[in-house]
């Protein structure tokens, strides 16, 4: 966890942001977390140094979805290795399977429990994402 300092959450309902964030900080209270509403509010705040460690990415957005930002990020030679882990409430093995054509690093499926999302977090910053294999982690 010591290597991720800032953590980005794409995602545009704002109580899943608030989920999001307050289980983040209840597992690791120095962390950083900052907050795009959608895709292209993503990809202009990225811009702003320092890039972040590790995004988590929903796929239903307007504006830009995140499908559209995976892949845009993935093209920027500056953006590409920065890990990406899809956080939705899909559970469709279609959205797994392309979510990893393009690019991204792990699935996960939002919890309900907020015991469960604390404990699935502090395992995702815990991984060594320069040797994992794309899996969906539910």
Do not use: W
Not at 35 to 62: K, V, Y
Not at 97 to 116: H, N, V, W, Y
């Amino acid at each position: 966890m010591e290597n991720i300092k800032k953590i980005l959450l794409i995602d545009d309902d704002a109580d899943d942001q608030l989920y999001f964030r307050d289980a983040l900080y209840e597992i690791s209270p120095d962390s950083h977390c900052e907050i795009a509403s959608n895709g292209q509010e993503a990809l202009e705040q990225i811009e702003i140094p320092p890039p972040p460690d590790l995004i988590f990415l929903d796929l239903n957005m307007p504006v830009m979805n995140g499908y559209e930002t995976l892949a845009a990020l993935k093209k920027q030679k500056k953006y590409k290795d920065i890990p990406v882990v899809i956080f939705t409430t899909s559970k469709n093995s279609q959205d797994v399977q392309r979510s990893q054509e393009l690019g991204a690093d792990l699935f996960l499926t939002k919890p309900a429990d907020f015991g469960i999302l604390c404990s699935k977090l502090l395992k995702i910053l815990h991984l060594d994402f320069s040797n994992l294999p794309f899996y969906r982690f539910n």
